[in-house]
Nanobody
Framework: QVQLVESGGGLVQAGGSLSLSCTAS????????MGWYRQAPGKQRELVAV???????SSAESMKGRFTISRDNSKRTVYLQINYLRPEDTAVYYC???????????WGQGTQVTVSS
């Protein structure tokens, strides 16, 4: 079992920036990918970005440009930098990770990001 703990969410004004972190309870070297999803009130959870063990990034088209994902296996952590925040970015941001060879994702508890206009 793996625990993923997110941090860095909060309340920010539109136009501001946030940096989210997600740290795993064990080594992330065996994770095929790690990444971020978000869920806004009344909406389905959606992909923000994921990064593979080799550093390949996949992200939703609408997220490109303002969202930057990175990964540091030495710190067992995946990061999400969000710039030029908009009120529509308000959501719970969830960290996820999938071990290599597995079809099961681990999920964090989520961190709230609220953007005021």
């Amino acid at each position: 079992q793996v625990q993923l703990v997110e941090s860095g969410g909060g309340l920010v004004q539109a136009g501001g920036s946030l940096s989210l972190s997600c740290t795993a309870s064990r080594s992330t070297l065996s994770f095929g990918f790690m990444g971020w999803y978000r869920q806004a009130p009344g909406k389905q959870r959606e992909l923000v970005a994921v990064i593979s063990s080799g550093g390949t990034i996949s992200s939703a088209e609408s997220m490109k440009g303002r969202f930057t994902i990175s990964r540091d296996n030495s710190k067992r952590t995946v990061y999400l930098q969000i710039n030029y925040l908009r009120p529509e970015d308000t959501a719970v941001y969830y960290c996820t990770a999938r071990p290599m060879g597995s079809n099961t994702n681990y999920w964090g508890q989520g961190t709230q990001v609220t953007v005021s206009s």
